[in-house]
């Protein structure tokens, strides 16, 4: 069930998306029918297939850059209540910046290749994995400390055994929150400027609308299988999560 209910929930997405151009007389410029979208992946499969082997290197640099800094930083913040209360803003503040308006500027720092598509990538999807580290470690349960404490366990050994492995289930809902954002950022820098990838074809002007569907069901797909191979991640880490949670 676990794989057929999904096939069924796209196969009544892709009949209502027909059932909606066929009966509302949609015109093609405006939204193509799934017939010209699956024209187009089969007519523009290597042009597709090459621009999102772009598109999800510059997702996956970014989204490993967020997790490492991420994560690092989350450690850091959650050992000191003063460096948490006075970095918390600064976090706060970045996260609420429009990304679409950094665009210009690391255009200008970076240039056109790929290093302002990973830099705005770990812009969009920094904050979650952060706060979700935070939140993990700084939520271990009090028991599980005292008993570490009260078998003479050191500092680190209490952090590594006790505290970050409670915290994981934690983090890792930040990293499953992060990994569709990191499409989307990557495909936002990629829309601005960018001569290669998923976005640039849709952001292109070209009166096939077929292909720039095709481009939008190509990032869909990428997302999902991104997002499942973390959730992969997680239960091949955690096994014992789905045993202790309701």
């Given at each position: 069930?676990?794989?057929?209910?999904?096939?069924?929930?796209?196969?009544?997405?892709?009949?209502?998306?027909?059932?909606?151009?066929?009966?509302?007389?949609?015109?093609?410029?405006?939204?193509?029918?799934?017939?010209?979208?699956?024209?187009?992946?089969a007519d523009q499969?290597?042009?597709?297939?090459?621009?999102?082997?772009?598109?999800?290197?510059?997702?996956?640099?970014?989204?490993?850059?967020?997790?490492?800094?991420?994560?690092?930083?989350?450690?850091?913040?959650?050992?000191?209540?003063?460096?948490?209360?006075?970095?918390?803003?600064?976090?706060?503040?970045?996260?609420s910046v429009p990304?679409?308006?950094?665009?210009?500027?690391?255009?200008?720092?970076?240039?056109?290749?790929?290093?302002?598509?990973?830099?705005?990538?770990?812009?969009?999807?920094?904050?979650?994995?952060?706060?979700?580290?935070?939140?993990?470690?700084?939520?271990?349960?009090?028991?599980?400390?005292?008993?570490?404490e009260s078998l003479?366990?050191?500092?680190?050994?209490?952090?590594?055994?006790?505290?970050?492995?409670?915290?994981?289930?934690?983090?890792?809902?930040?990293?499953?929150?992060?990994?569709?954002?990191?499409?989307?950022?990557?495909?936002?820098?990629?829309?601005?400027?960018?001569?290669?990838?998923?976005?640039?074809?849709?952001?292109?002007?070209?009166?096939?609308?077929?292909?720039?569907?095709?481009?939008?069901?190509?990032?869909?797909?990428?997302?999902?299988?991104?997002?499942?191979?973390?959730?992969?991640?997680?239960?091949?880490?955690?096994?014992?999560?789905?045993?202790?949670?309701?």
């Open positions: 069930m676990r794989l057929i209910l999904p096939i069924v929930g796209a196969a009544a997405t892709v009949l209502a998306w027909w059932l909606a151009v066929r009966v509302f007389n949609v015109q093609p410029y405006v939204m193509p029918s799934p017939q010209a979208v699956a024209s187009a992946l499969r290597g042009y597709l297939a090459d621009a999102g082997l772009t598109t999800l290197e510059e997702t996956l640099a970014g989204f490993a850059l967020t997790v490492l800094g991420g994560v690092l930083l989350g450690g850091v913040l959650s050992m000191s209540r003063w460096v948490e209360q006075a970095l918390s803003p600064v976090l706060v503040a970045l996260n990304k679409l308006a950094l665009s210009p500027m690391l255009l200008v720092w970076f240039g056109i290749g790929a290093s302002p598509k990973i830099v705005m990538v770990v812009l969009v999807c920094f904050f979650p994995v952060v706060l979700s580290t935070i939140t993990g470690l700084t939520s271990t349960p009090a028991e599980l400390v005292e008993m570490a003479c366990g050191s500092w680190w050994q209490t952090f590594v055994k006790i505290r970050l492995k409670a915290a994981l289930p934690q983090m890792f809902l930040g990293f499953k929150t992060a990994m569709p954002l990191a499409v989307i950022g990557a495909t936002i820098a990629e829309i601005f400027a960018a001569n290669n990838g998923l976005g640039f074809i849709i952001q292109s002007p070209t009166p096939d609308k077929g292909t720039v569907f095709a481009a939008i069901v190509v990032l869909s797909v990428m997302s999902i299988v991104l997002y499942y191979l973390v959730v992969l991640l997680e239960r091949l880490m955690l096994p014992w999560v789905r045993h202790t949670v309701g």
